[in-house]
Every structure is written in C-alpha cells, then in structure tokens.
C-alpha cells in the first residue's frame, strides 16, 4: 500500500509562485513513476506533469510548461512540483500519482493509468 499526503497549496496572486510537495509512505519511492493532476470545481481531473523514477525524464501539460518544474528527491521519498507565474485558470485541487507498472521513462496523461493517489491540496490563484 502506498500512501501519499500533498502539502504546499495556498492562495496566491497571479504572477507568484508555490511549491507543492507529496510525501510517500513506501519502502523506495525508485518503484514509482510520479503524476501531478489537477481538478477544478466542474471539470475533469486533468494532467499537469510527470517524472520518471529515476527523474531523468519528465513531461508537462502545455499549458504549465515553462511555467512549472517537476522533481524528486528519492531519499526523502517525496516529489515536488514548483509552479512560478501563476495564473488563475491554474485554481483547483493538486493530486499527485503514483504507478509502478509504467517501463521505464514512461508515464500517462490518464489519471485511470495511476494506482495511487494523494488526498489533494487546493491552489487558489487570484486575480
């Protein structure tokens, strides 16, 4: 069973800057390919970002890329999801994902393709 707790989320101007952080309760996070989703009230949960378990890879939605920076520090057991210029169409809840089935390097846009799945943490980004 993996458990996974988000932290970080706030409200904040458009034009600042958050950082989210998911904590993992698992024995090595190096199993696990990472997602960051989102949802906002009346929408779909959508993609935001993904990292590969050894961090070489990641991948971003195009409406956050160059925006946001996905990481992971393995031996914390905890992934990041620093997001600069922020917009208020980037209001809702942030998940982050996790997956041990995907080959190496890979991931999905698909939060169906995600096993296990944090509690959300709310950004709210005011105009």
């Known amino acids: 069973q993996v458990k996974l707790v988000e932290s970080g989320g706030g409200l904040v101007q458009a034009g600042g800057s958050l950082r989210l952080s998911c904590a993992a309760s698992?024995?090595?996070?190096?199993?696990?390919?990472m997602g960051w989703f989102r949802q906002a009230p009346g929408k779909e949960r959508e993609f935001v970002a993904a990292i590969s378990r050894s961090g070489s890879v990641t991948d971003y939605a195009d409406s956050v890329k160059g925006r946001f920076t996905v990481s992971r520090d393995n031996a914390k057991n905890t992934v990041y999801l620093q997001m600069n210029s922020l917009k208020p169409e980037d209001t809702a809840v942030y998940y982050c994902a996790a997956d041990d089935r995907f080959p190496y390097g890979g991931h999905s846009y698909s939060p169906r393709e995600y096993d296990y799945w944090g509690q959300g943490t709310q950004v709210t980004v005011s105009s």
């Open positions: 698992v024995r090595t996070l190096t199993r696990y390919t």
